[in-house]
Structures are given as C-alpha cells and as structure tokens.
C-alpha cells in the first residue's frame, strides 16, 4: 500500500506565503518524479510545478517567480514553497508520484489534497 499524504494548506490574504508537503510512505521501491497540481472550483485540474530526482524543476508560467518546488529524496518528500500569494491560487492541491512499489511495477500515485484558500 502508498499514500501520499498532503499538509501545510489553509487561509491566508493575499501576498502572504504557505509551504505544502507531502510525504510518500508504503512499500515504495524508488520515486521518480513528483510535483503538484490543483483544481480551483469549477475548473479542470492543471500542473503547478514538477521536480525530479535530480532535482531539475518545471512550473506553470503562473507561478513562475513565486513558487518554489523542491524534495528531500531521504525522506519521499516534496515542498511547494509559495510567496506573493494571488486570490487566483485559491484552489485545492494535490501531490503527485511517479514510484516503483517494492513488488510491482511502477505507477501513477496522488494525494487526497489539501485546500489553499487566499482572500483578497
């Protein structure tokens, strides 16, 4: 069994800053990529940022300047730094895994998410 688990959402004004992790846990063998992405109300879910293992990131042109996506491989983690929070990044969002379990092939894994609300 893997989870991944999200943490660190809530409310915040806007230009304010959150930190969301999200740690992977179960009989994984090794994870590849992981990233982030969310779903606002009424909209379809879109890519917020990705990491691989080595490290070399990737972000929707939204973000770019004031999210930061990094991963502690020691502990199947990964952080999505965000500054300069906007209304428009209101939205829920969740972590994504690309792993190998232990005794399976590899696999597609998602977090129950976690709500990012910004006031204005």
């Known amino acids: 069994q893997v989870q991944l688990v999200e943490s660190g959402g809530g409310l915040v004004q806007a230009g304010g800053s959150l930190r969301l992790s999200c740690v992977a846990s179960g009989s994984i063998s090794t994870i590849n990529g992981m990233g982030w992405y969310r779903q606002a109300l009424g909209k379809r879910r879109e890519l917020v940022a990705t990491v691989t293992r080595g490290g070399s990131t990737a972000y929707v042109d939204s973000v770019k300047g004031r999210f930061t996506i990094s991963r502690d491989n020691a502990k199947n983690t990964v952080y999505l730094q965000m500054y300069s929070l906007k209304p428009e990044d209101t939205a829920v969002y969740y972590c994504?895994?690309?792993?190998?379990?232990?005794?399976?092939?590899?696999?597609?894994?998602w977090g129950q998410g976690t709500q990012v609300t910004v006031s204005s």
């Open positions: 994504n895994a690309e792993l190998q379990r232990a005794t399976m092939g590899w696999g597609d894994y």
